[in-house]
């Protein structure tokens, strides 16, 4: 669907999936790194004052482990690690009381620094294999669509926003025809191919605050957020008649503040792309009133 989009919030996707699965941290990371700097600031101002008896290693491991966190960067990471022994370093060299030499008050800090460097790294190592681990349980490995339990939790999210902004919300159910006889014909290489084919198809076709999932096999599901049916509806019949779309039979619901939940929302879509195939494929789609119990009004042109 391109050309212009309407003016909407970022779709569930770009606000929630994306931070969640694409962005190492939380918080940008100009403040992440300022936030450091000031911790470590602020802690170096306590040792100064709590003198060379109260070690505040922990609370310094504290920070480094904060910064390497939410930047998952090492070398943020490691750059905190030797701020913060620097700066117990110096708080032990200035302290009037202090009484070992020069040298081993080097020495501690360059130890308390390697220490403080392995703990962010190593926190870096486990944010960034957190990070893959989430990817992989939100992501379908053949077509990198997202996967049936991320687009349920995306369905779930927009019809909360859709019932209380009053917003129209649309779902595209696919199913791909002639999987089957590819798979029986050439072999399940080509038919791996002809299901990512489809899924780029549907990202290339669609805008990027839609969202698209691969339920598995020759399934597919798009939410369209804030879209009207006419909008929706025009949109995919551009995608389903381009030559380069493989052929698909499609089932279209839009709603307005849908109360069901979830799984009946999807579950609707699956219905009418099934009357859609069983009339010869093609694009099905209906209108579903204030509430998503009320009866469905039939658009009446399989395409």
């Not at 962005?23 to 450091?36: H, N, R, S, T």
């Not at 006889?181 to 839609?210: M, P, V």
């Not at 493989?246 to 799984?263: E, F, N």
């Not at 099934?274 to 009133?289: D, F, M, P, Q, S």
């Amino acid at each position: 669907m391109h050309g212009p989009s309407t003016n909407r919030d970022q779709s569930f996707l770009t606000r929630v999936l994306v931070r969640s699965i694409d962005a190492p941290g939380v918080l940008p990371l100009p403040m992440v790194i300022g936030l450091g700097v000031i911790a470590v600031a602020a802690i170096t101002a306590v040792d100064i004052g709590t003198g060379p008896h109260f070690s505040l290693l922990a609370v310094f491991g504290i920070v480094v482990i904060w910064v390497g966190w939410n930047s998952s960067q090492r070398l943020f990471a490691i750059a905190a690690a030797a701020l913060a022994a620097g700066g117990g370093a110096w708080a032990a060299a200035i302290d009037p009381d202090e009484s070992a030499p020069t040298f081993v008050i080097v020495t501690n800090g360059v130890l308390r620094g390697v220490l403080l460097a392995v703990l962010g790294a190593g926190t870096v190592l486990l944010r960034r294999s957190l990070d893959e681990l989430s990817t992989a349980a939100r992501r379908d490995p053949l077509t990198g669509l997202l996967n049936r339990a991320a687009i349920f939790e995306a369905v779930d999210y927009e019809r909360r926003r859709a019932e209380r902004t009053g917003r129209p919300i649309s779902i595209a159910y696919f199913d791909l025809d002639g999987l089957k006889a590819t798979n029986d014909r050439a072999g399940h290489e080509a038919g791996d191919a002809l299901i990512a084919r489809f899924a780029s198809a549907l990202t290339n076709g669609l805008r990027n605050t839609d969202v698209i999932a691969r339920l598995g096999g020759d399934e597919y599901v798009a939410l369209l957020p804030e879209t009207p049916h006419d909008e929706a509806a025009g949109a995919l019949r551009r995608l389903l008649d381009d030559p380069e779309t493989p052929r698909a039979s499609c089932g279209l619901v839009s709603w307005t503040s849908p109360s069901d939940p979830a799984t009946v929302l999807v579950a609707t879509a699956d219905r009418v792309m099934y009357e859609a195939k069983a009339a010869g494929g093609g694009l099905r789609t209906i209108v579903i009133g204030k509430r998503s119990g009320t009866s469905p009004e039939t658009d009446g042109h399989p395409s």
